[in-house]
């Protein structure tokens, strides 16, 4: 960050030329008590991932790639636009109960994951952030999640405590961009291979890439989302990876993440700019 175009003020301390556009990243890894403090949070977003097998062709760290690339963009794009956006590290292991027939796929509980969220959420409000953002990029996390965004309803009365907002890595992907993918598939298919393929190439197996199977239930009613039920993956995905895999391209894999990040960043340039009363994020009055 050393080559950002800097003033001095009338103290003769470094501070960032607003005038000409500078601003810090966001990316709290990589800034400095003074980097923060000029930022001035009005936004975190928090990252969860996952460290777990993706099948032959892809690496256990995919979910954590693929979210960490998400937030970073979202984050550091929301803030060129004047923004006040800070991203905290992904968490880079998350709930795969369900991959307990695979070696060493990383996993915390249920329970655990929820004191975790619950915790950073709390930590943030004594630090003043009334607006947080959590990005899921692993399957097994939402109900933990949600459940833990629930339970920090329950402890303040209402109008009260952070305003917490979830979403994915793959919901944030504008529908026109998700639809140019041939084989869609929710697992170490076309779009993960293709994400990787444009984010760590070097880690891929594209000589791997095929279609692996992916199970039917024998019972109708359990093909959709009518029913809920914790697959049990070595039973559903045998190979780990589920999909067609020899269409992924490092371009659909450039157009998935970046459709991401920019609806992202959209959403949380308003997130920062929303004034935050009793009745947020809804009004007495109607939407301009």
Known sequence: MSDRNQTEDADGDAKLDETRGDHPSGIIEEMTVEDVERLEPEVVVVGFGSTEPHGPHL?????????????????????????????????????????????????????????????????????????????NGHGGNPAALRAALREHADRHPPGEGAFVCLTSTTDAIPDEIEDELEHPSVH???????????????????????????????????EGDQVYFVPRWDAYHPEVGGGETRESSAAKGEALVDGAADWLAEFLVELDAADVDELFPYSSGARE
């Open 59 to 135: 690496p256990y760290g995919t979910d954590v790639f693929q979210t960490k690339a998400v937030c970073r963009r979202a984050v550091e794009r929301a803030n060129e636009k004047g923004a006040r956006v800070l991203k905290y590290p992904t968490l880079p292991i998350g709930n795969n109960v369900n991959f307990k027939a695979f070696p060493f796929a990383c996993r915390i509980g249920v329970r655990t994951l929820m004191d975790i969220a619950l915790d950073m959420i709390e930590a943030l409000e004594a630090e003043g952030i009334r607006k947080i953002l959590f990005v």
């Open 188 to 222: 170490g298919g076309e779009s993960e291979s293709s994400r990787m393929l444009h984010l760590r190439e070097d880690l891929v197996r594209e000589d791997e890439f095929d279609e692996f199977e992916i199970r039917e239930p024998t019972i109708e009613g359990l």
